[in-house]
Structures are given as structure tokens and as C-alpha cells.
């Protein structure tokens, strides 16, 4: 009976909070974090609003490393607040001549409520899936930074690892990516994420 009754609790406030928020703003989230969970720390909550302040939409420049192989002058990422403000979506995808040609991963950023971490999943064509913890980081010298450890896995059985480091500055912030090989992190690409105005 207890269980009957527990789940029929949580049924009615299920139901009470889906139709509470029927024909409310759906920006509504953004424009009061207090409504966003608890347990998720300041930090995170703050790394939420900044991913998907505006447009949401972050560009960087690839002429670096842009060749044949790839013929990409710019990649975009694109984030977006998961329902009831407690997590983010985005996608990554390439630009040639500014306009939207090819798309690589999907992610999803969320709180782990039993673990109590930051955890990413990454999901890529052919059925690659990666996931990992993010962290937040202040250096000595005050500067903070999230650092996100991933294991990924690809269809063909094998997997890998790969380690960001992102610094946030205003309406901008730079990239750092690492793979894990013979035993330590090897530096791989750097790049300047620029917000989209429109």
C-alpha cells in the first residue's frame, strides 16, 4: 500500500508541475535561475547561463587546421537549456562560407543528482558515444576554468580519451583540447569561441 500510495504521489506532482507550465514562457527558466534545482552548485548554474546566454550560438575560426580533409572554415556550437533549466543540449557542426554544412555531436550537460558531478555525454555519427565529468578549476593565479575528462567509445569496439579545458571570458572564450596516449596527455587544437550576435 505505501508503494501504491508513493507512486501515486509522485504521479500528482508530476502532473501538477506539467500543468503548471503549460502556457508559460518558455524563457522563463533563463530569466529566473532560482528555478532551476538545488543541488546543482553555483558554479554549474553559472556555466549554464553563460553557454546559452543570447543566441546560444558560439562561433570559432578553423583556418588552422582547415584541409582537403577537412574543408571547414569555421565550426559553430549551439546550446540550449534542457527542460526545467537543469541541464544543456548543444550540437557541433561546420561552416563553409558562413553557412551550416556538416554536423558532428550532440551533448547534454547535467547535474548527476546521486553522483554529485558534472557529467557530459557526446554523441557522434556512426554511433561513437562519449561521456565524462566536468569540473570547475581556479588556477593560483585566480584565473577559473572547467576541465571535462571523456571516455568515448566507437562501434568498431575501440575507445579513447580526450580532456577540454575551456576559460570563459566576456562574449568569448578559448578551447584547449588533449588525447590521452602512451600513458599522458598530449596537446591537440586550440581555438576562440566568439558569441553570435544573431
Partial sequence: MKKIMSGLMVALV???????????????????????????????AEHFRYMTNGTGRWIADNSKYRSTGEPFDEYGIEWKLGIGGTSIKGRLFGLKEKKEVARFWEYRLFWHPELKKAVLQQFGAGGIFGFGEMQNIVSAEGI???????????SDGKSWRDRHKMIEGKNEHS???????DGEWKENRKYVWRLKSD
Fill in 14 to 44: 508530476s502532473l501538477g508541475l506539467i500543468s503548471n507550465s503549460f502556457g508559460r514562457d518558455t524563457n522563463e527558466i533563463k530569466r529566473y535561475p532560482a528555478a532551476r534545482s538545488d543541488s546543482i552548485p553555483g558554479w554549474l
Fill in 175 to 181: 578551447t584547449e583540447s588533449f588525447t590521452f596516449m
Fill in 144 to 154: 577559473g576554468e572547467t576541465v571535462t575528462e571523456m571516455l568515448f567509445f566507437g
